[in-house]
């Protein structure tokens, strides 16, 4: 889907610019939801006044990223998309991933997480998990987006808060009782 930035008209060489996608978006219903036809990122590029094109699959996970590439390299190389020299793709994903996770898999997440006292998602986990696999996929696009001439790109973080159905499992598992619940006052 092409979205068309705000912003005013420029002359001259900013004008040969003026329809030049500035701004890709790839992952998520975070970054396109049906129900919101105008999501943050398309948000912030009608802010700068810039064109932008969303790829993004609502309720897909990381393996979808490859097929959203895809069709953003198809209307590149068909000259349907022209990208601006300066161009920016904003990646959301891996909520999705995390919240189909199986049972041992997000097991298997929690304990390198507890084992490495590190958070969910970072570098350094000892065992393979569903962040390995995500992390993975995001490198194939950058590498994609490399070589379509996109050389900046923002990873927005993978929504880890008890309103994900996987995290407040996990914390219900640790703690017995959901995350973010109130606690029972002492009667005085």
Known sequence: MLAEGGGERASGSAAAEAGLVRLL???????ADPHVPRTWPILLADGLGWRSANFAVPGSGSVTLGHQLERAARLVRSGDLALHPGAWAVVHTGGNDLMRSSAPALGALLKAAVATALPLCSVGAVARTVCDEVAERVASLAEG???LGVRN???AGMPLTSSVPAVAQMCRAITGAAC????PQPVA
Request: proline share 6%; net charge negative.
């Open 153 to 155: 790109v923002v990873l």
């Open 25 to 31: 978006v790839f992952g998520d219903s975070y970054v």
């Open 180 to 183: 973010g619940a109130p606690q």
């Open 145 to 147: 987006l490399e070589a």
